[in-house]
């Protein structure tokens, strides 16, 4: 029976039309948990909505509009509100998570779109719903996809990033969608790394070491879970006949729910250890598990027990471990270099640690810190040669920054830092690599430097920092093929570094100072895009560009150059470059003056 006038204009009333951000949410792999164990999984979905997903829509001012079996749907009226509520869940799903084992974790996909909407009885309807719908379809396990508007109301509020994923056609929407992936912990914004590619297994084991969940009651315990992962990448990467994925690259995944074939892809790698660690008192507890990443099966899964003055021997058990099941044909002489202990002093070690965390703030007040921690590190062990190393790092990280206010000081100190770094760090390939850094870098004592990074990578010849290290340094003393042989395989080792701006820069330098301009503008191209603030790089695509008769990038990159280095002109720019060969001071300082750069 059709309807009256009236009725209609009743209907109409009812409807509401509002602008609002809308989170969708389902559980990834929900048929193949419930088929596998069915009340298991209810309960854990039921008690996971109520101990944190409810209350977190609660928190940021959400309104549930209805759940859909292992999905919800829920509107906010800020945008803001709406990204940090699914980035709180997903970084508590991680630690609910912690202890479940992969193949029975619930897992959420959220997507968030902002979009107009129409109410009725309460339930939303619209594009921009579907839109969410669609996004949360897009999203990895424990993962969060969003639309363009949502990235661009969001950017710079929150303590995550934004991946670009490109355009994407979605279903039953008419036109393509940029889609961002949100990147847990504090980084910016950056487009869609050329390692989402599968990455081809290498011809030896290969494994990354994702960061351990802190589970201590004292989030300030976080730093003591992050050395305690960077010691053990360390231990691997001592073995020759093992791929060790890079710490950078690694701790991308921190905070994130993981699928792990997903990671072996992304990465490369057969292998991926993941754990937790907790710190009670003076107890120290670790839980790993090693997992095949072709098939998601645990090849072990271990606990480690003692006090904190047996941190070092905790670590040592579980690189004898990882590397007893994944390489048993590897003599017992090379498992015993692993035990091989920087200090004898956990209180020194914990406080270098410390200083680590700080450094990778890559912050001048970071630095600062790190700088402090490194000093009292050495006062509480000075024959721990570690600190002496970051402590001349920092010195480093001041130059390149410009936030140095006593140069000359800061020289003199360390000139005295790495001398005695040096003589500590005999057998540690991280405080020798990172000495010879140094010395190049600030003391400009190119084949000192080098000396030390050489005998980093003999004792550990797949530490991807410092096969970067040697890149940079040879780029320096003219060595440009060999910088970019040892460069290539540092990025191989850490694929999704958040440093792979400055080994693109360095490789752009090296094609240059070998005069191939097309291949160094290339890759000073994919390093300015990454950090559109590293002088180095840009510098390098300004010269490139006007040797190629490009003169509009020319101007544009050098332009930019002197918006990061106001003060560079042709006759100071030695005192900016570390080349050894004039040849090389002279082809950079010709092109930047076809580029337009005054005397």
Sequence with gaps: MSRLPTEIALANSRLERRLSAILAADVAGYSRLVG?????????????????????????????????????????????????????????????????????????????NVGDIVIEDGDIFGDGVNVAARLEGLADPGGICVSARVQEDSEGRLDVGFV????????????????????????????????????????????AVLPFQNMSADPEQEFFADGMVEDIITGLARYRHLLVIARNSTFTYKGRAVDVKQVGTELGVRYMLEGSVRRMGSRVRITAQLIDTSTAAHVWADRFEGGVEDLFGLQDQVTEKVIGAIEPEMWRAEIERAKRRPTESPDAHLCYMRGVASFNQWSRAGVDEALRLAYHAIDLDPEYGAPYALAANCYVLRKENRWATDPARDIAETRLLTARAAELGRDDAMTLASTGFAIANILNDLDAGVALIDRALALTPNFGIALAQSGYVRVWLGDSERAIDHLQRAMRLSPVDMLMFLMQGATATAHFIAGRDDEAFAWAEKSAQR???????????????????RSEDAAKYLARVLQIDPGLVLSNLGERINFRRPQDRARLAEGLRKAGLPA
């Design 531 to 549: 950090n559109p603030f590293i002088v180095g790089p840009t510098r390098i695509a300004a010269a490139s560009a006007a040797y190629l008769g």
């Design 36 to 112: 596998a164990d069915e009340e298991g999984t209810i309960g854990q979905l039921r008690d996971h909505r109520l101990a944190l997903f409810d209350p977190k829509i609660t928190e940021y001012r959400g309104r549930l509009v209805k759940t859909t079996g292992d999905g919800l749907l829920a509107e906010f009226a800020s945008v803001v509100d709406a990204v940090r509520c699914a980035v709180d869940v997903q970084r508590g799903m991680a630690g609910r998570n912690a202890d479940v084992a992969p193949h029975s974790r619930v897992e959420f996909r959220i997507g968030v």
């Design 164 to 207: 670009d994923q490109g355009e994407q056609q979605l279903k039953n929407i008419a036109r393509p969608l940029r889609v961002y992936r949100v990147q847990f912990g504090k980084m910016k914004s950056e487009a869609k790394p050329a390692t989402d590619l599968a990455l081809a297994l290498p011809d030896r084991p290969s494994i």
